[in-house]
T-cell receptor, first 117, second 113 residues
Framework: GAGVSQTPSNKVTEKGKYVELRCDPI?????LYWYRQSLGQGPEFLIYFQGTGAADDSGLPNDRFFAVRPEGSVSTLKIQRTERGDSAVYLC???????????????FGPGTRLTVT | AQSVTQLGSHVSVSEGALVLLRCNYSSSVPPYLFWYVQYPNQGLQLLLKYTSAATLVKGINGFEAEFKKSETSFHLTKPSAHMSDAAEYFC???????????FGAGTRLFVKA
């Protein structure tokens, strides 16, 4: 079956611009996660959705970052007024449920490489 | 607060040699522990996980890890390295009852012929 997909695979934008990154989770997965991975680092948690609601957004670095999942499936990560420090690979993952306390396997997408010039 | 420390950003072994990748964690409650692997130009995939059942966990591709509460460790091992094991390996922790997963910085494994 289809895995997690993310679009675009690469995005180059100028400092100060707005970007949207899209994630299509595995069908039927209710839990969805966004991570940011900088060069030489592990994935850094940004936000977790259970269904349509953001159950934990404590990893969003500031109010320029926002994510939505209006119908409980596709999610969009939105970054306003981009800065060079936002350059990273943004990963999306989904799992069958996050309700059982994080013990479920997460299936990762290939990521979107964001470069802010 | 949870944290994960992976000792050694790079590990090099010869083909056929033992692979040992170290991971220590901190967690205020019983954790779930994971090892993920990232092959070049591919997404992360789960190797194995510990969720409070057997402390010795077997995963895919001949890897296993042992949860040692007294040492707060979850080291990953494989008896005999293959060239195809060359990749980046990430240890991760999440709390029972929580959603956030914290990843270590990763260890890149090189396998020499």
């Amino acid at each position: 079956g289809a895995g997690v997909s993310q679009t675009p695979s690469n995005k180059v934008t100028e400092k100060g611009k707005y970007v949207e990154l899209r994630c299509d989770p595995i069908s039927g997965h209710t839990a969805l996660y966004w991570y940011r991975q900088s060069l030489g680092q592990g994935p850094e948690f940004l936000i977790y959705f259970q269904g349509t609601g953001a159950a934990d957004d404590s990893g969003l670095p500031n109010d320029r970052f926002f994510a939505v999942r209006p119908e409980g499936s596709v999610s969009t990560l939105k970054i306003q007024r981009t800065e060079r420090g936002d350059s990273a690979v943004y990963l999306c993952a989904s799992s069958l449920t996050g309700g059982l306390a994080g013990g479920r396997e997460q299936y990762f997408g290939p990521g979107t490489r964001l470069t802010v010039t | 607060a949870q944290s994960v420390t992976q000792l050694g950003s790079h590990v090099s072994v010869s083909e056929g040699a033992l692979v040992l990748l170290r991971c220590n964690y901190s967690s205020s409650v019983p954790p779930y522990l994971f090892w993920y692997v990232q092959y070049p130009n591919q997404g992360l995939q789960l190797l194995l996980k510990y969720t409070s059942a057997a402390t010795l966990v077997k995963g895919i591709n001949g890897f296993e890890a042992e949860f040692k509460k007294s040492e707060t460790s979850f080291h990953l091992t494989k008896p005999s390295a293959h060239m195809s094991d060359a990749a980046e390996y990430f240890c991760a922790v999440s709390e029972a009852g929580g959603f956030k997963t914290i990843f270590g910085a990763g260890t890149r494994l090189f396998v020499k012929a």
